[in-house]
């Protein structure tokens, strides 16, 4: 009887771990269709805003007009801002970002950070507290900004990030995240957040820009048009890893769920089972009984 107690509280503990994954299953599904209409409807004007930046930057590349966010030097001091999540059970959402850049800073980028010329930019309280206990140098943490995923609140942050490479403070900015694709697949991305980089020759074919008319002229469109580029190309970047991790969440959840109903099935066969077993031998003892008392 105590193999069959244990076997009860066991499928007990099941059934409580398949209601609260169910539970967040359901709450990470409501979560992702509203965001996901946000960074749907985000992409194409965010996709569109890169392109003319890319395309305004090779514009500017020869003219006399200064453009202090496409300065390209040898990258001597590097920040690396990974976007990871506040919480966990979303799977390896958060593992895959940070091994994306422990392997930039062993490979990529080991002599900045042997020099101590890299410094890291968490967003997200996973990819805090685990730098946090590498010797790595770090900015002050950004987790409250999924307290309220606002443009506004965001490009505060982005702009941080742009006086600081303006000022010389960093030569390269990169952005690690995942990039949402369904509810299932998050692809992981390393891209360069400044400088602006421009079209780049391919093979025999140079790639000239569009011939724009600017109004009112190039200076003033630098002083609007990139930054506000710049802001939502961040904005993107942190949204889109915000709606990837829910995704990531509820496939997570989907598949503890699945396991747990499994888990609760094949205990309550090894239950039936036991008990059945138990009752047996109890009919053999009373009928053996009941023939030593006949004899």
Do not use: W
Request: aromatic share 8%; with cysteine; charged share 25%.
């Amino acid at each position: 009887m105590a193999n069959l107690k244990a076997i009860r509280i066991r499928i007990t503990s099941f059934k409580s771990t398949r209601q609260i994954t169910s539970a967040m299953k359901m709450v990470s599904a409501a979560k992702l269709r509203k965001a996901q209409d946000k960074i749907v409807k985000l992409r194409p004007y965010a996709n569109k805003l890169h392109d003319l930046l890319v395309d305004l930057s090779l514009s500017l590349s020869d003219s006399e007009v200064e453009n202090v966010y496409g300065r390209v030097s040898a990258p001597e001091k590097v920040l690396l801002i990974v976007i990871t999540s506040n919480r966990g059970l979303c799977g390896a959402f958060n593992t895959n970002v940070i091994n994306e850049t422990r392997k930039a800073i062993s490979e990529k980028y080991f002599d900045q950070f042997q020099k101590g010329n890299l410094k890291l930019l968490a967003i997200g309280k996973k990819g805090f507290d685990y730098f946090r206990k590498q010797k790595v140098s770090m900015l002050p943490e950004q987790n409250n900004l999924y307290n309220e995923l606002t443009f506004n609140n965001v490009s505060v942050v982005a702009e941080q990030i742009m006086e600081s490479f303006a000022a010389l403070e960093f030569d390269r900015v990169e952005l690690i995240y995942n990039q949402f694709k369904n509810a299932a697949v998050q692809n992981l991305t390393d891209e360069a957040f400044l400088p602006v980089e421009t079209i780049p020759q391919t093979g025999n074919r140079k790639i000239t820009p569009t011939d724009y008319i600017y109004e009112p002229d190039k200076e003033e469109i630098i002083q609007e048009l990139i930054p506000k580029s710049l802001k939502i190309q961040f904005y993107k970047a942190v949204l889109d890893s915000f709606v990837a991790e829910h995704g990531a969440r509820m496939t997570a959840m989907h598949k503890a769920t699945d396991n747990a109903t499994t888990m609760i099935r094949d205990f309550t066969l090894q239950y039936n089972k036991a008990r059945q077993a138990a009752i047996t031998n109890q009919i053999l003892e009373v009928v053996s009984g009941a023939e030593a008392l006949r004899g």
